[in-house]
Nanobody
Framework: QVQLVASGGGLVQPGGSLRLSCAFPHSIFSFITMGWYRQAPGKERELVAV???????IYADSVKGRFLISRDNAKNTVYLQMNSLQPEDTTVYYC?????????WGQGTQVTVSS
């Protein structure tokens, strides 16, 4: 079982920034994609950003130009830099990783954007 550990959530004012981190237990090169999703109460989990090991990064339209997904291969960590946060970004964020036959999720980290 692969355990992903997400961290970095918190309370921030509108227009502020947060950086989420997702720590992987071993080399991130063993995964096909790594990404971030979010899920509001009563809604389906939605893609925020995906970083494939090959190909271009993918972002939801709602976060393009504000969020940036990045990786530190040496630290086996994937980040989500979130800028210009708005109240509608408030929800629980989950990191995700995919291998050929498996999907893994982190435990979720709460992001609250409020004045």
């Amino acid at each position: 079982q692969v355990q992903l550990v997400a961290s970095g959530g918190g309370l921030v004012q509108p227009g502020g920034s947060l950086r989420l981190s997702c720590a992987f237990p071993h080399s991130i090169f063993s995964f096909i994609t790594m990404g971030w999703y979010r899920q509001a109460p009563g809604k389906e989990r939605e893609l925020v950003a995906v970083y494939p090991n090959t190909g271009s990064r993918i972002y939801a339209d709602s976060v393009k130009g504000r969020f940036l997904i990045s990786r530190d291969n040496a630290k086996n960590t994937v980040y989500l830099q979130m800028n210009s946060l708005q109240p509608e970004d408030t929800t629980v964020y989950y990191c995700n990783a995919r291998q050929i036959e498996s999907i893994y999720w982190g435990q979720g980290t709460q992001v609250t954007v409020s004045s």
